[in-house]
């Protein structure tokens, strides 16, 4: 396991070598799992040093020995995930400078860069318990480490989403994805990587006790593991259909596996998500919250690819502000009304009725501050109608293209 590792030069690279780093953390975050099972702490839900110390210092049994074996085990296998990350990092920052990563990123391997906010995210689970069994009180200020944790967490998603968005916006927007070469599921990496994140939102859901932290750590959790379900669907029919028409790519075997993590992360999700309504005891209010929360992160990831691809092959500047003329512009009316509606009723109905009334209040600050976004979106709609109006029916702007054909 630590093998000295090749010069790190960015020849002969692959992103996928980040995985290396994802193992080793997956592996220390496993044997963890025998002390969240096997040594619960009453009073809080992980095991943490404290609890840990006070079940060793007692006689010496077969539990006292799992203990220090998880221990240790935990930490080795973190040193080396730390040590793998860094050794690909570098790797990285060099292949970047290659003629390798241009020929990458202009291919269907593009997706292989998601193996990076993938192997971030297993990072900061990874610290987390590193500090939770090894850092004497820490979950005595964990009300102060949860909004650090999603601000990290934010940060790595919105990595993950350009990365991803270049290659789905490349691939819409010029139409050379190789079908040929995707008969296997390694296109199925990005929705991993968009439920790791998911699963460390859902972390803050689940352990504190502040409920913004919870609502904000289900908004994300939400988010990112619908994202990732919806891809996972969408590869997984896509990379099945070309495995049954070419048969399935030897190398790529283990992509048939990649399933497992995914639902194995995403049910992690759903039970922290499940723990954080314990927050407050009206289950129809949190069942209101999640299931429009889900349908607003639907429509959020509709949007974010469909705006990406339409700035990529410039639709705005062709067929609403240029001069070409098409009808199935006013197509745009509908999901900005649409996402002005349900997002009324996720503030109202979902978020207002869970939310403490000295944080959130009906026409209180913060209520007209939600509404802030939602008045743009009205108001850009507006405009886009009143635009599309008078540029594709307008009499005057219809007369002086006539003369303008007639000249």
């Known amino acids: 396991m630590f093998s000295r590792l090749k010069k790190a030069d960015g020849h002969n690279f692959s992103p996928l070598f980040f995985l290396s780093a994802l193992g080793s953390g997956g592996l220390s975050v496993s044997f963890f799992m025998y002390l969240m099972f096997w040594v619960p702490d009453k009073n809080s839900p992980i095991p ?27 930490f080795v296998f973190a040193i080396n995930f730390l040590r793998m990350l860094t050794w690909n ?17 202009n291919s269907n391997a593009e997706t292989q860069l998601m193996a990076i906010p993938l192997t971030l995210s297993m990072g900061v689970n990874v610290l987390f318990i590193l500090g939770a069994v090894f850092v004497p009180g820490l979950w005595s200020i964990k009300e102060w480490l949860f909004p650090l944790a999603l601000i990290a967490f934010g940060v790595i998603g919105f990595f993950a989403f350009r990365i991803y968005l270049d290659f789905f916006a490349r691939v819409m927007s010029r139409g050379d994805f190789d079908s040929t070469k995707n008969n296997n599921l390694s296109q ?10 998911g699963v460390g939102f859902a972390a803050s859901a689940a352990m504190s006790d502040v409920t913004v932290t919870v609502v904000l750590g289900m908004i994300g959790a939400i988010f990112f593991s619908v994202t990732a379900l919806i891809l996972a669907a969408i590869k997984l029919v896509i990379g099945f259909r070309e495995m049954f028409e070419h048969g399935a790519a030897t190398e790529s075997l283990p992509t048939l596996l990649i399933m497992i993590p995914i639902l194995t992360i995403v049910g992690i999700s759903i039970l922290r998500i499940n723990h954080g309504t314990q927050v407050l005891n009206e289950v129809q209010s949190w069942n209101n919250f999640m299931w429009l929360t889900a349908f607003i992160a639907t429509q959020a990831l509709f949007a974010i690819m ?30 900005g009304v649409a996402g002005f509606v349900l997002l009324s009723f996720w503030i109202n ?40 109006n008078r540029k594709l029916l307008s009499e005057v702007q219809s007369e002086a293209s006539m003369s303008h054909a007639t000249v």
């Open 349 to 388: 109905k979902g978020l207002l009725p869970v939310m403490p009334a000295d944080v959130l209040s009906k026409f209180d600050l913060a209520y007209f501050i939600l509404y802030i976004p939602l008045i743009y979106l009205q108001y850009k709609t507006v405009r886009l109608y009143s635009h599309l």
């Open 89 to 105: 990092w570098v790797s990285y920052r060099k292949f970047k400078k290659t003629d390798d990563y241009h020929a990458l990123v």
């Open 48 to 74: 943490t040093f404290s609890y840990l110390t006070e079940v060793l210092s007692k006689n010496f049994t077969w539990l006292s020995a799992v203990v220090i074996l998880a221990l240790i085990f935990i």
């Open 188 to 197: 199925v990496l990005p929705a991993f990587a968009f439920a790791m994140v």
């Open 306 to 335: 469909g705006l990406s691809l339409k700035r990529r092959t410039k639709y705005f500047s062709t067929y609403v502000y240029g001069t070409t003329k098409s009808p199935s512009s006013f197509a745009l009316i509908c999901p």
